[in-house]
């Protein structure tokens, strides 16, 4: 039988003027329980942000091994702009070879920040990595595409990115229960900026989040009047 998706996406772009980041929120409990609402994009170390799928403990452990290389390290630096994905992609591995289940496997998007330089990359479930524009990785990821896959990135801007993106997970959440994708009550995705004009990373402005929202209303309400047009028709036939 076919396993059950990563439960949760991630979705990242390359746009005209930085690298962005979004994130759903919901953890889903694979013992049966209450899901829980974390944040699902982390930067332990400054320019490179990580967003994943997969076993939220798979992934600390992933974290914890990064942090505690650069501190046996003592003072040296084991993890520059040019090989952070290279040593990130073992771990990645050979983690998921002692996984359990192909469903907690680990995939990660990584955003390195390095002002016009900066990049996107994709590790997948074997640890393999690549340099892409435009990615979408766990159970959302073809919603996602449908929404954000055909945009013109290096065109638009990461505002204009995540606004579909935005759209995507809140569509999700409100008409695809079957994903696991969500932002909790009252929630928002989590959203993350590498603008090329600045050094680090930066979150949304409440402006952005305001946009982002009446964006998605207007929008889902459309998606709401089609979709009861068409259940119309099916009762007159």
Known sequence: MREPPLLTVIIGAKC???????ADRKLTNIFGGKPEFRDKIFGDLGHFLMGYTGLEGLFDIFRKSVVGDVQL?????PYTFDNFVSRCSPPINLLNGIASRPDYYLEILIAKHLWK????????????YNKVEYMAIGSGYEVANALCQSLEFD?????EFVKQAYLAIMYMDQYCPGLGVGVGPDGIPRIKYLNYEDEWDKEPSTGDIVEYKEYTKIQLAHFKEAFDAMKSVDNIK
């Open 155 to 159: 065109k638009i801007t990461m505002k």
């Open 16 to 22: 005209s003027d930085g690298v962005a980041l979004v």
């Open 73 to 77: 390290m003592l003072g040296k630096d």
């Open 117 to 128: 330089d900066s990049e996107l990359h994709h590790i997948d479930a074997n640890g393999k």
